[in-house]
């Protein structure tokens, strides 16, 4: 709001304060020089009732810029803004009636009310003038306060997705790098191949800035890490693949499926007699489901904390959804909630 609008405004407040004295005083159609000169004064006293508001504002502002949406801070300020302007009000009141009403005779003796109804009435406009200029410091502060806390939480989502992603980077890579030196000597043709799924995978991690990928973006650099999966376990491990779904619709949080893949790898044996066999498959158009047998492993490395924890906070953070995790009758089965482009805005 700009500073006229903001005078013009006080000024209208004065009027109010004015026409409120004229109103009780009972002297409705009498409008004489004095009562001009009246109304000037009184939006005058009102303007610099104003200007000692801003002046204590800024104080606060200065001095509680954390604290001012508490009511401590505004019950200070509101009882002492009171205890400032009364003294003010006083003797403003003093000498509109006592010293500036007498230099009109003709009108003096029918003035009213006196000097005492005056002080009153005007205490108690001035009070709620400061409780109006609280409750404003108060509405402002209080929707400044939400705006930076969601900006906050916004970053520190983004941060947090950073940094979950940081983590899958160089763990992918390594990973890869494994397969790849059981691959160089025994047959290069196919390390050369591994090496170009490899280059796009990863540079599909480093290049993707979004938070969510479109589901058919995901399905697709899916199929060359299964590429190099296989190209490392062979027939030893079986992926099924049956997606009955709107691929361009829909999105998911980037690598989930892979690191989903990655897990069961990590926490099963499996061989060419007992094979791993991992179904993807989607369920109701709402979910995809990564599900593999069971066949733990006697002995299992240290965690890395990179998996289904990794992935149940990511979509906590960006679409405040859980994965759904189950294991019975033999399987593992982690549900991926799908997320609608329309629904979302990154």
């Keep these: 709001m700009s500073k006229s609008t903001i005078y013009l405004l006080r000024i209208g407040i004065g009027l109010f304060v004015f026409l409120f004295f004229k109103l009780s005083s009972g002297h409705y159609y009498d409008w004489q020089p004095v009562t001009f000169v009246s109304l000037a004064y009184t939006v005058l006293v009102v303007l610099v009732v104003f200007e000692i508001l801003d002046y204590t504002a800024k104080h606060l502002i200065k001095h509680y810029k954390t604290r001012l949406t508490e009511h401590k801070t505004l019950f ?8 400032v302007t009364a003294p003010v009000v006083i003797i403003a009141s003093y000498i509109h009636t006592e010293l500036l009403i007498p230099q009109f005779p003709c009108c003096a003796d029918d003035w009213e009310p006196g000097l005492t109804t005056t002080i009153a009435q ?15 410091i108060y509405f402002e502060y209080s929707r ?9 939480q916004k970053e520190l989502a983004q941060s947090k997705f950073e940094s979950l992603k940081d983590q899958i980077k160089p763990h992918f890579l ?5 397969v790849l030196t059981t691959i160089i000597e025994d047959d290069p043709k196919l390390a ?13 991690v480093l290049d ?15 199929d060359h890490y299964i590429f190099l999966l296989k190209a490392r376990h062979g027939d030893s491990l079986i992926v099924n693949m049956e997606l009955d779904i709107e691929a361009d619709k829909s999105q998911i949080p980037i690598l989930s499926m892979q690191m989903l893949i990655e897990n069961a790898l990590k926490h099963n044996y499996f061989s060419k007699e007992n094979s791993l066999t991992i179904d993807i498959y989607s369920e109701n158009n709402d979910y995809i489901v990564v599900r593999n047998n069971i066949n733990k492993r006697s002995a299992l490395e240290k965690p890395t904390k990179i998996g289904l924890n990794n992935i149940n906070n990511r979509y ?7 994965i759904d995790i ?12 799908l997320i609608n482009k329309e629904t979302v805005i990154q």
């Design 208 to 222: 993707t800035g979004n938070q969510l990928v479109p589901l058919e973006t995901e399905l697709e650099y899916l």
């Design 122 to 136: 005007g205490l108690v406009l001035s009070w709620l003038i400061i409780m109006a200029k609280t409750f404003m």
């Design 76 to 83: 200070k300020f509101y009882w002492g803004n009171c205890f």
């Design 326 to 337: 189950s294991q019975e009758n033999g399987f593992f089965t982690v549900k991926l909630p």
């Design 316 to 322: 906590q953070m960006l679409v405040n959804k859980s």
């Design 144 to 152: 400044i306060s939400e705006r930076e806390k969601s900006l906050l």
């Design 192 to 204: 050369v191949e591994f090496v170009s799924k490899l280059s796009k995978i990863y540079r599909y």
């Design 174 to 178: 390594f990973n890869s790098f494994s």
